[in-house]
């Protein structure tokens, strides 16, 4: 009996293996670029928030002279 269909196997596996790691890899690489982008983006607003609340103010000063 051949031992071809059972390596032909073996390497497919192998190489499935190894393509669910570049992938999971990509993944994680996506996860953390995600987690940057949604950190950036929660400190803008925070910031945005903060210079509307001294527009707001100074618009308010500026009514009451």
Known sequence: MSDVPTKLLGDRI????DRVKVLAAERDAFRKENEELRLRL???????ARLRIVLNDAVRELRQE
Not at 14 to 17: F, G, K, Q
């Open 14 to 17: 192998v190489a499935l293996i």
């Open 42 to 48: 929660e400190t803008h607003e925070r910031e945005h």
